[in-house]
């Protein structure tokens, strides 16, 4: 066993993995195949390069996510750290600056003294040494191959979507509103209203939509995450689909009528100069010329100007209850982690979160110290309970809910009788539980 570890992958996971690993004391050569070789939805070099969403989801009390990022802020974690600095207006979302926090990622990576960047493709599985692959859902065609022959199985994978983004100076205000649903966070939001007429012109049009088709080789694979659904995809669900999904007017109500529209779309802000907006939920396959022409039948993008289009990409991951340990280690060669949307989960906090444990036990290995697996009890430990002990046959990564969590043993769920109790005291076990981790990480137990 070496005195270094190998991370391959700079996104969000290979990121917190090399940071957590390298503040254990541990030297770290990160690998990062950017701007060798891009991938087909990133465009620049640096390390923890956004793609999609903007947004680390609701930072609100007694959420699922808040807990996850709690519970993080509690381990140091870089990336949660850097995210608060960058954040921009988003009601009760933690959503960021994609720029700012990348080039702070990278400033902060790259300064690190116990951190090599190395830019170059890995096309293989070191054959020796502590290895982290933290490759991310766009795994270039080479490794994922060597991964396939790791696994042992077919590679699975699922299709992911970016959603549009439009140039603020185009929106016509006249039109939109500012509010953010239930009042939450005040009025971070830009709001499309839709009449019924418009909403069901919307969807004619987009039933009607040009999409880009899959690859001849994926199509007869080709399916998507359900938290990601292309609004391609959803309306042909049914009519309405989209109207309790990303065009729910629920919680939001126009100003200037005192109602609540049929429909609406919802704009976030994108960066702090507030010079450009994502159209919330949006993402599709739609070509983009059909799709400028259907994005502008929203009311108040009549003229708007695209930055960004909707696109389609495929997503890589590996089936984690078959090859994974409960500290993500391949169970017939452990020196291997995966960690990231590769291990089997899904989400900017998620995934970070996973390189935050497996940079801790990639450590501890280098050391010679125990792994010790997160409690169940813990969001994190959850988490990664369920990436590695899942019982469903169609796994499909998971983002963190409430759901993946113990639940309270039975007198005490009937003691508790609100939901927001019940909330409040698996909140407060979360935490003591991974309080306890981490000190027996840091060898305090």
């Known amino acids: 066993m070496t005195d270094s570890v190998t991370i391959i992958g700079g996104g969000l996971a290979g990121c917190e993995a090399a940071w957590q690993c390298a503040e254990q004391g541990v030297p ?4 990062e195949m950017r701007p060798a070789r891009q991938t087909p939805a990133h465009t ?37 750290a850097v995210a608060e600095m960058t954040r921009v207006p988003a009601g009760a979302a933690l959503a960021i600056d994609r720029e700012r926090f990348a080039a ?6 790259a300064a690190h003294p116990r951190i090599t960047v190395i830019r170059e493709e890995v096309t293989a599985i070191p054959d020796e040494g502590v290895v982290v692959i933290a490759t991310g859902p766009l795994t270039s065609d080479a490794l994922a191959e060597e991964i396939q022959k790791l696994a042992g199985a077919e590679q699975l994978y699922f299709y992911d979507a970016i959603a549009p983004v439009v140039d603020a100076d185009t929106i016509n205000y006249d039109v939109v509103f500012r509010a953010a649903r239930y009042g939450k ?35 007869d694979k080709a399916r998507y995450f359900e938290a990601c659904l292309p609004i391609d995809v959803a309306v042909r669900r049914g009519r309405d689909t989209l109207r309790f999904g990303p065009m729910k007017p629920v919680g939001l109500r126009d100003p200037r009528t005192g109602e609540e529209p049929y429909a609406v779309v919802q704009l976030r802000q994108e960066n702090l100069m507030a010079d450009s907006y994502s159209l919330v939920g949006f993402q599709n396959s739609i070509k983009w010329g059909a799709q400028k022409a259907l994005l502008r039948m929203i009311p108040g993008l009549e003229q708007a100007e695209f930055l960004k289009f909707g696109q389609v990409h495929r997503n890589t991951y590996v089936n984690g209850p078959k ?7 391949v169970k017939h060669e452990p020196r291997l982690f995966f960690a990231g949307q590769l291990s089997g989960v899904e989400g900017y906090v998620e995934s970070l979160a996973t390189g935050l444990a497996v940079g801790r036990w990639a450590a501890a290995l280098v050391k010679g110290r125990p792994l010790c697996p997160i409690p169940r009890a813990s969001a994190l430990g959850s988490l990664i309970n369920y990436v590695a002990h899942c019982e469903h046959d169609d796994y499909q990564p998971v983002n963190i809910t409430f759901a993946l969590l113990p639940p309270l043993p039975e007198p005490e769920a009937r003691r508790l009788r609100r939901k927001p109790e019940r909330r409040g005291r698996q909140i407060a076990l979360a935490l003591a539980a991974f309080e306890q981790w981490l000190q027996m990480m840091e060898g305090k137990q």
Do not use: M, W
């Not at 009390?61 to 807990?67: F, I, K």
């Not at 971070?188 to 001849?216: G, I, M, R, S, W």
């Not at 090859?323 to 280690?329: A, D, E, R, V």
């Open 28 to 31: 770290v050569r990160l690998y």
């Open 44 to 80: 620049t070099d640096r390390l923890a390069e956004i793609v999609c969403s903007n947004s680390f989801k609701s930072d609100e009390v007694n959420t699922a996510p808040h807990l996850l990022k709690e519970e993080l802020r509690r381990a140091k974690s870089l990336l949660i």
């Open 104 to 109: 702070e990622v990278t400033a902060r990576i």
């Open 185 to 219: 966070g005040g009025d971070d939001y830009l709001n499309c209203p839709l009449t019924k007429a418009q909403y069901e012109a919307f969807v004619d049009a987009l039933l009607a939509a040009e999409c880009v088709a899959p690859k001849a080789f994926e199509a």
């Open 323 to 329: 090859l994974l340990t409960p500290t993500l280690q």
